[in-house]
């Protein structure tokens, strides 16, 4: 089971996490939501006729909610033909990502991901909350996740990366990510 969140849109040439280590299987159960890198919201599975068909029956968040409204389900198939048809907005995340990974290492801060979503770790829940407003303070827009999306001590600052973030608003954020970090 792939939950690829994090992986479609950006990874394989946006095709996904799947597509990135050219793995094809019907005995993967794809999943992956509308809601980051296509701009969206909602969510979809893939996978061998029989899971589908078994989740459609029996998942119950699915059977006991409403479907997704045609405008977000438009807004998808919009999302997924822009991919296809403009691998340039991939290749300029691409290289916001190599060079937000640069200059965070630069800067001795550990962490860093393949994909656009960025997590720096931080510990301490109060802490991740208090850095994230000093960068809001900045101008960057980067939220404390803590517990319990994610395991109690590891709260951490997201950065999310976008194809059209500037060579100089990476620059700035690390910067002033680096700055908060140090007090
Ligand atoms: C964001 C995210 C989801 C859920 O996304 P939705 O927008 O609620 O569909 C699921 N898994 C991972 C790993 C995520 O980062």
Same mark, same amino acid.
């Given at each position: 089971?792939?939950?690829? &969140? ?58 006991? *909610? ?10 998808? *198939? ?5 991919? &296809? ?30 994909? &656009? ?26 939220? &404390? ?14 950065? *999310? ?23």
């Amino acid at each position: 089971m792939v939950d690829d &969140a994090h992986g479609i849109g950006v990874l394989g040439r946006g095709r996904g996490t799947l597509a990135h280590f050219g793995i094809a299987s019907e005995r993967v159960v794809y999943m992956a939501t509308l809601g980051k890198a296509l701009g969206g919201y909602g969510a979809f599975v893939t996978g061998a006729p029989e899971v589908v068909e078994w989740l459609m029956q029996r998942a119950r968040p699915y059977v006991f *909610s409403t479907a997704l409204p045609p405008a977000a389900a438009a807004a998808a *198939s919009a999302a997924l033909a822009i991919v &296809a048809a403009e691998p340039d907005r991939i290749e300029r995340l691409h290289a916001n990502i190599a060079a937000f990974r640069e200059a965070l290492a630069l800067a001795g801060i550990a962490g860093s991901s393949p994909t &656009a979503i960025q997590p720096v770790l931080v510990g301490d829940p109060i802490r991740a909350v208090s850095l994230s407003a000093r960068l809001r303070e900045r101008g960057h827009l980067v939220p &404390a996740i803590r517990p319990p999306t994610v395991p109690a001590g590891t709260s951490r600052l997201r950065v *999310s990366l976008t194809s059209e973030h500037s060579a100089a608003q990476v620059a700035s954020l690390v910067r002033d990510l680096a700055e908060a970090l140090a007090t």
